[in-house]
């Protein structure tokens, strides 16, 4: 009954700790790009494939005491950071065993900034059209983040990078 749940705190396991709503967010698209077994709903939002169905499902955790939640002040921001905690460790044998590549592609998502993680997901959101057609699709909806052509070439290979190892 609560296997999506099950599936949340097991990300959040693998990876330590997630710091940043939006970072939450765009770890979970892109895992489920790469076809790991994430069932949430996505849109394209202000800060690119955002999902109400995560946002809810993270609330609960929290609520049920199977993550925590740590806000801290980062003086021009505020961030979430999200750990799991003992009865969600316990909650969490009641997720099935994860593939083997999930845990490497959470530890590579989790080492990127918010903004590349933005730019990354953004791509997959249009990875229907050619890699022309994207580049330009994300310079129109993120025109304001200025990405550099250095980002964009970062970000496909990253998309392959993640592609191949969860392949495995």
């Known amino acids: 009954m609560l296997q999506e ?10 990876a330590n700790e997630v710091n940043g709503r939006k970072k939450m967010q765009k770890m979970v698209y892109i895992l489920k790009k790469m076809n790991f077994p994430f ?3 996505y849109e394209l939002h202000m800060y690119g494939p955002y999902s109400e169905e995560l946002t809810l499902r993270v609330e609960e955790l929290c609520e049920m005491g199977f993550l925590a939640e740590r806000f801290e002040d980062k003086g021009s921001y505020k961030q979430y950071c999200y750990q799991v905690t003992e009865e969600g460790s316990m909650f969490v044998s009641t997720a099935a065993e994860p593939r083997t590549q999930m845990s490497d592609c959470i530890k590579r998502l989790n080492s990127k900034s918010s903004r590349f993680l933005e730019l990354v997901s953004t791509l997959l959101f249009f990875d229907q059209l050619d890699k022309q057609e994207q580049i330009e699709k994300v310079r129109i909806v993120k025109n304001k983040l200025n990405f550099s052509e250095a980002e964009m070439d970062q970000a496909f290979e990253f998309i392959e990078e993640l592609q191949a190892v969860s392949a495995g």
């Open 5 to 14: 749940h099950a599936k949340i705190v097991q990300f959040v396991s693998l």
């Open 39 to 41: 069932v949430e709903k």
